[in-house]
């Protein structure tokens, strides 16, 4: 990789003359590359302060073909980042004594990992880490596309996640433009939507959706929903062969309806090991998403379902008491079964399920020995966040066999037991569990099965 820019080289923002010292080469790809940097930012009565970016300088071919990425550079700083989640331009920056430009961007932490990382398996998060980096994918891209913008080119290149708790990082937004409008970005070959690759559409925010059920497809399986046997049988997989695949031929790998692209011992054992793991309705989304949505864009699984999916999915976790791995309540496949007890995928032992909280008769909450209950679980105003617990789960101090769920809100909560009593539970407080606990936390209410 030729190095566009030097180290102790200096850079300036087009809009403030800020200047920025190039650092570290960090790497590069088809539009170009990217550097550590450090500049001087200017705070209004606390003086200067250094301030360490990510900056990306654009290839001079790169620049020839998208005729548009000023301007829609400028329209991103203009508008500002959807969330914080998004490493988004914050100014463009020039050389004195070279042509082209670039932006600077808030720099990726080390404890992020890319999708690569995930799909070789060079890291081994928990399922509550997958689900959490599925749930703010989808969380996320909502926000964008809530600003009218469409990001053009989700794929895993672009996504970062920290294994241990399932935080992201988006980045290369300056593939984002705004929903409709043409451009030079089609997307990532297997994450494009059929429509795009076939030639018939192109970018937008239903293209979008598609390419995120893509995206956390591979999150939660490891594999793409679309390669199974017929790719197999691919000998070379050159353009003609991916347009086949992804674009006028696509059958999904687990489509209810054909068989005739199921996935493959020892070339697919991923998808065949995770796929059965996940509970009914996180299995019926992907297949509306992949099979009706491989060709009715307007039919495709929206942001807001899959964040209420994901949800419930990460509510559901609890551990298996013989070997401690996470497994799935799925109640669905329980009643389907009859009743019937379901084994750990692991070490085939039968299910012993922990206490559950079922809110507003809806909402199912598996109350493990690490649970947190955070304000989404008891207010139905509040969104969706995971920085402040506002409910634990504990052992009894004298009898650890007890489990309790203590108040880390600032609002007293009132418990009523199956005899009619009730108990103030203040701030700070706890409450033992029992079956048939009700428990009042403002405009939702909690019920107790164990």
Not at 136 to 157: P, T, V, W
Not at 394 to 417: A, C, D, E, F, M
Request: overall charge neutral.
């Amino acid at each position: 990789m030729n190095q566009l820019l030097r180290s102790n080289e200096m850079v300036r923002t087009e809009s403030t003359n800020l200047s920025y010292i190039i650092e570290e080469f960090l790497g590069g790809g088809g539009q170009g590359e990217v550097y550590r940097a450090r500049g001087r930012r200017g705070h209004l009565n606390s003086g200067s302060r250094d301030e360490t970016v990510a900056l990306k300088w654009y290839f001079p071919n790169y620049l020839r073909q998208d005729q548009d990425l000023k301007e829609r550079l400028k329209y991103a700083v203009d508008k500002g980042p959807p969330s914080d989640r998004f490493l988004w331009p914050q100014e463009l920056v020039q050389a004195t004594d070279r042509p082209g430009f670039g932006y600077v961007m808030p720099l990726r932490d080390y404890r992020f990992v890319g999708m690569t990382d995930l799909v070789a398996r060079r890291v081994l998060p928990n399922f509550r880490a997958l689900v959490t980096a599925s749930f703010e994918l989808a969380y996320n891209y909502r926000q964008l596309h809530a600003k009218g913008l469409c990001y053009r080119d989700i794929s895993f290149g672009n996504v970062f996640f920290d294994p241990e708790n399932g935080e992201i990082r988006i980045c290369d937004n300056d593939n984002v433009g705004i929903d409709g409008q043409s451009s030079a970005i089609d997307g990532t070959v297997g994450f494009m939507a059929p429509e795009i690759i076939r030639g018939e559409a192109s970018p937008r925010s239903q293209t979008d959706l598609f390419s995120l059920a893509v995206l956390l497809f591979y999150m939660l399986v490891n594999h793409h929903p679309l390669e199974g046997a017929r790719e197999t049988q691919i000998r070379c997989f050159d353009l003609p062969a991916k347009t086949r695949l992804y674009g006028t031929h696509p059958i999904f790998i687990f489509d209810p309806n054909d068989d005739s692209n199921r996935p493959l011992p020892v070339h697919h054992d991923n998808a065949r090991k995770l796929w059965p793991l996940y509970p009914n309705f996180v299995q019926d989304l992907f297949t509306r998403s992949f099979t009706e949505g491989l060709h009715d864009p307007k039919k495709r699984v929206r942001e807001s379902q899959w964040t209420s999916a994901l949800i419930r999915l990460r509510d559901s976790i609890f551990y298996c008491m013989q070997c401690k791995v996470e497994n799935f309540y799925d109640p669905d496949a329980l009643r389907n079964s009859g009743g019937s007890s379901r084994t750990c995928w692991e070490c085939n032992s039968p299910y012993r399920l922990p206490p559950r909280m079922r809110i507003d008769h809806t909402d199912v909450v598996m109350l493990n020995h690490d649970t947190r209950l955070y304000p989404h679980h008891v207010d139905r105003d509040r969104s969706y966040e995971f920085d402040v617990p506002i409910a634990e789960i504990i052992q009894h101090t004298k009898n650890p066999q007890v489990w309790r769920v203590r108040n880390l809100s600032t609002h007293r909560w009132v418990g009523q037991n199956v005899n009619g009593q009730l108990t103030e539970i203040d701030p700070g407080e706890a409450i033992n569990l029992s079956s048939g606990l009700r428990i009042q936390f403002g405009n939702r209410e909690g019920e107790v099965r164990l």
